[in-house]
């Protein structure tokens, strides 16, 4: 009797040919009998994390087999968020280097969800955004403030200022020896 086994494989892996893989007791089974097997694992989508079957036939018996694709794993990193402030009506960044302290490796960018759809940059005032990485969330602060302009109007004349008649002092140039 064949005894399948399990299997599972990182996403994007290729699958092993070796019909001995597959088999629990493949050390119990005769040459002759190994030879004769045939694995299907055609329904096993390499490029797509989930659970499929295969198949081991022998002559017109099938025997059924659970094969796991599984998420590649992610490294493991801290993320620190930057609290930012930004002047009203100022687009807001894409890139995910805007809103983490740090340096980080592609492959952690590449896998980190911005959510800013809280932050309105047409109101002043604070809004949280949040930043999705390997199923953990972190959340950060924007303020978003209006721009203040600063007329200054002299209230008379004499609040002008107006250069001094004062004596510029006398410099004495200095012999280098």
Same mark, same amino acid.
């Given at each position: 009797e064949l005894k399948l086994k399990d299997m599972d494989l990182e996403i994007n892996n290729p699958l092993s040919l070796n019909i001995n893989d597959y088999?629990?007791?493949?050390?119990?089974?005769e040459p002759s009998i190994l030879? @004769? *097997?045939?694995?299907?694992? &055609? $329904?096993?989508?390499?490029?797509?994390a989930g659970s499929y079957?295969?198949?081991?036939?022998?002559?017109?018996?099938?025997?059924?087999?659970v094969f796991v694709i599984k998420p590649k794993e992610l490294p493991k990193v801290e993320i620190t968020l930057k609290n930012l402030s930004l002047e009203k009506g100022s @687009? *807001?960044?894409?890139?995910? &280097? $805007?809103?983490i302290s740090g340096e980080l490796t592609d492959e952690v960018k590449n896998n980190i969800i911005i959510n800013l759809k809280d932050v309105n940059t047409t109101q002043p005032g604070?809004?949280?955004?949040?930043?999705?990485?390997d199923n953990k969330l972190y959340t950060g602060k924007i303020w978003i403030y209006e721009k203040q302009t600063t007329i200054i $109007?002299?209230?008379?004349?004499?609040?002008?200022?107006?250069?001094?008649?004062?004596?510029?002092?006398e410099v004495t140039p200095v012999n280098e020896t």
């Open positions: 088999l629990e007791n493949a050390n119990e089974i030879k @004769a *097997l045939k694995l299907d694992t &055609s $329904t096993v989508n390499i490029n797509q079957n295969y198949i081991i036939q022998y002559k017109k018996k099938k025997y059924n087999g @687009a *807001l960044s894409t890139n995910v &280097s $805007t809103y604070e809004y949280q955004y949040t930043v999705t990485y $109007t002299p209230n008379s004349p004499d609040e002008i200022p107006t250069p001094s008649n004062s004596p510029v002092p």
